[in-house]
C-alpha cells in the first residue's frame, strides 16, 4: 500500500448542520465564506500559508449563538504515518474523525499582544483512520461576534 499524505482543507467541499443529532445526507448544507471571521490570514500563527480558508453557515442559518457541525468526508486508501489537524474556530470546538473524539472544548487561543491567533492542533492517529471514506467532524460553538472556522489535515 501507498503511504499517503493528507492535505485537506477548509473550502466550500465541506458541509455543515445546525444540530448535533443524528443527519441524514440532506440535512447537511453546504459551507459559505465567513464573512465576518475578524482574523486575517497574518493573524494564524503557523497557517498563515495554508490554503485552508474560513467557512461558515448561509446568511439565513447564522445567528448570534450557535452550535455548528462541520465536516468533510475524506476517501483514503493508503497508510498514513502521521497527520496533524489544525484549526481556529472561534469560541469552542471539538474534532472527531468518524465520530470518535479526538480534541473536546479546544477554545480559541488569541493572543491580544501580537494580535496572533494560535491554531489548535490535534494529531491523527493513524489507527484512527479506516480504508475508504472516514467523516472529519470539527463542531463548533459560537457566541462571539466572530463567525467562522478554518481547517487543514497536514
Known sequence: ???????????DSWEYSL??????????????????????KS???????????????????????????FQKEITFDGILKEGI????????????LNDKELSTDYQLNYDPDSKLVFAGQVT?????LIQGK??????VNNKSQWKGVVAEIV
Do not use: C, H, R
Open 43 to 69: 493573524q494564524w500563527y503557523e497557517m498563515e500559508s495554508t490554503l485552508a480558508e474560513p467557512v461558515w453557515v448561509s446568511d439565513k442559518d447564522n445567528a448570534d449563538s450557535l452550535t455548528v457541525i
Open 124 to 128: 491523527l492517529d493513524p489507527a484512527n
Open 1 to 11: 500500500m501507498p503511504i499517503d499524505t493528507l492535505k485537506i482543507n477548509t473550502d
Open 19 to 40: 444540530s448535533t443529532q443524528d443527519k441524514k445526507a440532506n440535512d447537511w448544507k453546504k459551507v459559505n465564506k465567513a464573512n465576518q471571521f475578524g482574523l486575517e
Open 85 to 96: 489537524i489544525k484549526f481556529i474556530a472561534p469560541d469552542v470546538a471539538t474534532v472527531k
Open 134 to 139: 472516514n467523516i472529519l467532524q470539527i463542531i
